[in-house]
């Protein structure tokens, strides 16, 4: 689990360095569009995956316990890349003209909301197992 997340930390930090080098000269525009759009298929693909699996997992959920394993590295990620996106939202909002183009930072509360119910529902299932 701490590697996933070590994985996950080093990627946006590659990512970030990477982003830093195209910032230097007629690449600047091209690259941050390039970087929005990729952070955005990313993030679009591992939304679609955790909910596809916190749909599975609530369907046998309580019948087969090794589900809620998958759906708590779901819910970390997660809140990973909700937390990724409001920053890269606040990044972004601050660099635009006007400052008016926030959908990055709705997006991660959207993914980070989605990770709360996640956590909801893990609660309350281990909760239901135990007792």
Same mark, same amino acid.
């Given at each position: 689990?701490?590697?996933? /997340?070590? %994985?996950? #930390?080093?990627?946006?930090?590659?990512?970030? %360095?990477? &982003?830093?080098?195209?910032?230097?000269?007629?690449? =600047?525009? &091209? $690259?941050? *569009?390039?970087?929005?759009?990729?952070?955005?298929? #990313?993030?679009?693909?591992?939304?679609? #995956?955790?909910?596809?699996?916190?749909?599975?997992?609530?369907? /046998?959920?309580?019948?087969?316990?090794?589900?809620?394993?998958?759906?708590?590295?779901?819910?970390? *990620? #997660?809140?990973?890349?909700?937390? $990724?996106?409001?920053?890269?939202?606040? @990044?972004?909002?601050?660099?635009?003209?006007?400052?008016?183009?926030? =959908?990055?930072?709705?997006?991660?509360?959207? *993914? @980070? &909301?989605? $990770?709360?119910?996640?956590?909801?529902?893990? %609660?309350?299932?281990?909760?239901? =197992?135990? &007792?």
């Amino acid at each position: 689990m701490i590697r996933g /997340v070590g %994985v996950i #930390a080093f990627a946006i930090v590659a990512v970030w %360095v990477v &982003a830093h080098m195209l910032y230097i000269g007629p690449v =600047q525009d &091209a $690259a941050e *569009v390039t970087m929005l759009w990729v952070l955005g298929f #990313a993030t679009v693909s591992l939304v679609a #995956a955790a909910i596809v699996l916190l749909a599975v997992a609530m369907a /046998v959920g309580n019948s087969r316990p090794a589900w809620v394993r998958f759906v708590r590295v779901a819910r970390n *990620v #997660a809140a990973v890349v909700g937390c $990724a996106l409001i920053l890269v939202g606040l @990044l972004h909002y601050r660099d635009t003209e006007p400052h008016g183009e926030i =959908q990055w930072m709705v997006f991660g509360l959207c *993914v @980070l &909301a989605g $990770a709360g119910v996640v956590h909801w529902w893990v %609660v309350r299932t281990v909760r239901r =197992q135990t &007792a």
